[in-house]
């Protein structure tokens, strides 16, 4: 009785101390979340008055274009910082993800010209033993003819060994 009285105390105080790290993490992300929104505020804020600027003129002029752009750089370069500064581990994912897609894509792409290759070999391989054999036959049938083992490896242009070969293999010498 004491002991699974002493289970469930053991058991609720864990429990608590997992919502409490919850709760104190979801608080860090949710001020996060209030950082990148007043970033995209304070940036729409800025376009807005960027797009007065320029829209006052009628004929805006090169500057306007310049500072325009400058503007946007500078919006660009304090998203990205805002972005950095949040670290949110799912935007490394993506890009991980990413990263990791644009490699199996080159290793899909080297793995099917190496198979290309290998079907390309097998079938030259497929038409170099089908001469062989032709020519196998070809040198058997010249020796039934009565032709000699150098006469027949000139005619066929084989090594003499290799009609030599051919011959014991066929029990005809």
Known sequence: MIL??????IFAVVLMLLIIYFYYRDR????????????????NERMQDIEKQSS???NASI???????????KIESQLNDKLNELSDPL?????????????IARIDA????????LEENAKLSNMSNNAKLINEKAIVDLYKAGYSAEEIA???RTPIGEVELILRIANLR
């Open 110 to 117: 080297s793995i099917n010209d190496r198979i290309n290759k």
């Open 28 to 43: 860090g992300v949710i001020k996060q979340f209030e950082l990148y929104e007043l970033a995209i505020t304070d940036l």
């Open 4 to 9: 699974e009285l002493l289970v469930y105390i």
């Open 154 to 156: 000139k005619r066929e």
């Open 56 to 58: 006052g003129t009628a």
């Open 91 to 103: 935007l490394k994912t993506i890009r991980a993800v990413k990263d990791v897609e644009v490699q």
């Open 63 to 73: 500057d306007n274009i310049e500072k325009f752009s400058q503007e946007l750089g």
